[in-house]
């Protein structure tokens, strides 16, 4: 192999990895701030929403979650900062995404408040998470 194949080879490689982590990225769910997560998460899982189609949308779209029973749990407050909620039972659904740097990754955090088995509320958190 001469120097300009291993070029284009390596070119390939990493125009295929960008392609893939924007593929992987392109849900919007995966959005820039809690604010515009919830208007997915929302679109996706209505209030009034059974938990089980809740738990199989999010894990669908790469979240991990699990259900939380009468614990508080926080999310973005929309003037900025968090807001600290009080005790409830709750679907609690997480994914973690590279970042653009080699140093950081950005969470995505949604609470899915459940009563009688069904979507009442939802809170978000998103941050970003430095090596």
């Not at 997915?40 to 979650?65: D, H, N, W």
């Not at 609470?111 to 978000?124: D, W």
């Amino acid at each position: 192999m001469n120097g300009s194949t291993i070029a284009a080879i390596f070119f390939a490689a990493i125009v295929a990895a960008l392609a893939l982590v924007y593929w992987l990225r392109s849900d919007k769910i995966y959005a820039v701030d809690g604010a515009a997560t919830k208007v997915e998460v929302l679109r996706g899982i209505p209030i009034g929403s059974k938990v089980e189609f809740a738990r199989a949308t999010m894990e669908a779209k790469g979240f991990t979650c699990t259900m939380e029973y009468n614990k508080p749990y926080g999310g973005d407050d929309p003037v900025g900062g968090s807001q600290m909620y009080p005790a409830a039972d709750f679907l609690y659904c997480d994914s973690e995404r590279w970042a653009g740097s080699i140093f950081a990754s950005k969470r995505w955090q949604v609470i899915l408040v459940v009563e009688n088995a069904k979507v009442v509320s939802v809170a978000v958190g998103v941050s970003i998470n430095a090596l």
